[in-house]
């Protein structure tokens, strides 16, 4: 291995070091307790070492919204594939952006409530989002009906299921009626 190799795998092993710091520090105390000092002190590298990486907090939400985005795309179509037909498909992708939401409330907020400087729907948006948002199309799109666009249909059963995570977690909708509520939301809007 060259040197430049070795610093290359050195510098890409911070900058995971710095996300998952980020990360933890976030889902334990909050995105407001996520300083540059602070993840500095825990990675027990300098502040400038940090600045080499990212230019400030905005760009490591950023990050990890990438980061969250690909996981969930991850899980949506695992959850997705294991079904069989298009209601279960619709069901398991459903329970599955629920879930990843519910167990990752840091990094859903930093997807979806938080300013990465990322762009959603535009020509320049990074491709862990495009393809998050792919892997809803993949089984959404099959239950949109005739004569509906299955990106817009997507868009609007993304919005469903966003609505339910951010109102569950805030408290508003009982969590216990989740599964109720999923339920509905398929039934109700897939055309099956």
């Given amino acids: 291995m060259s040197v430049q190799e070795r610093k290359e795998r050195e510098r890409a092993d911070r900058e995971r070091l710095i996300l998952a710091t ?40 950023g990050a990890v919204a990438l980061q969250g985005a690909a996981e969930m795309a991850a899980a949506v179509r695992a959850a997705a594939s294991a079904a069989d037909g298009p209601r279960a498909r619709v069901t398991a992708l459903a329970r599955a952006y629920l879930d990843f939401a519910a167990r990752n409330p840091a990094v859903y907020d930093a997807m979806f409530q938080l300013d990465g400087g990322l762009a959603f729907a535009q020509a320049d948006t990074p491709e862990p989002l495009k393809d998050a948002f792919a892997a809803l199309l993949e089984s959404l799109g099959e239950v949109a009906g005739d004569g509906v666009h299955p990106g817009l249909f997507t868009e609007l059963f993304w919005a469903g299921l966003h609505g339910l995570a951010t109102l569950t977690r805030a408290g508003r909708l009982p969590p216990e009626d989740t ?3 999923t339920l509905l939301l398929v039934d109700r809007l897939a055309v099956l």
């Avoid at 995105?31 to 905005?58: C, M, N």
Wanted: no cysteine.
């Fill in 179 to 181: 599964e109720r509520r």
């Fill in 22 to 61: 980020a990360r933890e520090l976030a889902e334990q105390q909050g995105w407001d307790a996520v300083t540059t000092r602070r993840l500095a002190e825990r990675i027990e590298y300098s502040q400038p070492v940090l600045y080499s990486h990212f230019r400030g907090k905005r760009e490591i939400i």
